[in-house]
């Protein structure tokens, strides 16, 4: 029986691949341009990691998280997210006692067990960053450029940057209180999570999807408000910087992020007003993390792109163009010896960097030609028990059907010169 790949997981198949590479090479140049250096940790990690990284009280830790004993009977879950183990990573090589700030990024697949529907996989990727050691709002505003400058690489159009401060452990009480007040006369008219996260993290009330519980919301306080001077002044720092970089944003009170770590900057790159769904980057400030997770005191902020979203932006805009020849050279053999003397030319051909392909299985002359004009390939290197006698090969230009004999020993000379005229760009 067939067995079919797991609900809400995808294959990217070799017609894919190409577009991935191009998004994450952009995500490198870039980094590198900004001076992030990539880290990789496993994607696999201890349950409390994220059960403390990520909070209890948000749906990922509640409902999302792939969760299971391993054979020594611990408790393992699949990253949902990158942050909570590039922060235990920080925190366990104490790169904390380098010199600050630490400037990360990360591609690569994390989990969810979400309802799978368009544009949301239960494996799906991301880009992120996260800078430690720094509360400069410059750096708040240097890490939504990089953002930013991504999603436009990217081509993706249309962007809004919206842009809030969610405050700290020092305005962030008054504003829970402020806001459960508001909203405990409602309590009633709530959908059933909010009820909950009434009285465990009322912040969330404010980016609930539920139409009802969106008009109550709107009368809320904002947070705005409520911010203590040390908030404000960061907050001001931060769209001072942007201002200076030429970003346009727009406020928007009720930007809260799911996760219980964040404190003042929070942020999200949207496409043109579709609202909470084409959220295409978020991120924010976590200065409470790294103690959190048993670090010393060290600020940090960071950011996160799905890239699935972007693949498919890309896809868009590539249908049009052509495709590009991923081959230069197929060699076709006709012959026991020729056959084997193929395999010897064709090895230093691809050291000298040519895209050298051949066929297989002992066909005719003609489906060797057939199969080489299918390929795509520029030349076709045509090896017979004669050439071989006399040391030539003969080399057959796809495009025009001329053809010409080199001797074998000047086929990487020939192919460098080849190389260079055509000017064909060398991966
Ligand atoms: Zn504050
Ligand atoms: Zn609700």
Not at 139 to 158: Q, R
Request: net charge neutral.
């Amino acid at each position: 029986m067939f067995i079919q790949k797991p609900r809400g997981m995808h294959d990217i198949l070799p017609d894919e691949a190409p577009l991935w590479w191009r998004l994450e090479r952009t995500a490198r140049e870039l980094c590198a341009r900004y001076g992030f250096e990539e880290v990789r940790t496993p994607v696999l990690e201890y349950t409390e990691l994220f059960r403390r990284g990520v909070g209890e009280a948000t749906d990922i830790v509640e409902k999302e998280m792939y969760t299971f004993e391993d054979r020594g009977g611990r408790s393992v879950t699949l990253r949902p997210e990158g942050t909570a183990g590039a922060v235990r990573a920080y925190v366990e090589h104490k790169i904390y006692s380098l010199p600050q700030p630490v400037k990360w990024f990360y591609i690569g697949p994390m989990f969810r067990y979400e309802r799978p529907q368009a544009g949301r996989q239960r494996q799906f990727h991301q880009f992120g960053v996260e800078v430690f050691g720094s509360d400069d709002p410059a750096c708040d505003a240097e890490v939504i450029e990089l953002g930013i400058d991504f999603l436009a690489a990217a081509g993706l159009e249309g962007l809004e940057l919206e842009l809030n401060s969610v405050g700290c452990p020092d305005c962030r009480p008054e504003y829970r209180r402020r806001l459960q007040e508001y909203f405990r006369p409602f309590a009633g008219q709530l959908c059933e999570d909010c009820r909950e996260r009434l009285e465990r993290n009322p912040l969330r009330l404010l980016d609930c999807k539920n139409a009802s519980c969106r008009r109550i919301a709107d009368g809320a306080p904002v947070i705005t408000e409520a911010l203590c001077d040390a908030c404000r002044r960061h907050d001001e720092g931060v769209r001072r910087h942007l201002e200076a970089a030429g970003i346009a944003y727009r406020l928007n009170p009720r930007l809260v992020r799911g996760l219980d770590y964040y404190t003042r900057t929070a942020f999200e790159v949207v496409e043109g007003a579709i609202g909470a769904q084409g959220t295409v980057l978020g991120g924010g400030r976590y200065n409470g993390l790294v103690r959190e997770l048993g670090g010393p005191e060290r600020p940090g902020i960071g950011f996160a792109a799905g890239l699935e979203r972007l693949i498919l932006a890309l896809k868009a805009k590539q249908a049009g163009e052509p495709a590009k020849t991923a081959v230069d050279l197929f060699g076709v053999a006709v012959g026991e010896e020729a056959d084997a003397a193929l395999t010897r030319h064709l090895r230093r051909l691809r050291r000298a960097g040519c895209r050298a392909l051949r066929g297989f299985d002992g066909k005719s002359l003609k489906a060797q030609l057939k199969a080489a004009d299918r390929s795509g390939a520029r030349w076709a290197l045509i090896l017979g028990e004669e050439e071989l006698r006399r040391g030539v090969a003969i080399l057959r230009d796809l495009r025009t059907g001329n053809q010409k004999e080199v001797p074998l020993g000047e086929l990487e000379n020939w192919w460098t010169e080849e190389r260079d005229y055509d000017g064909s760009p060398q991966s």
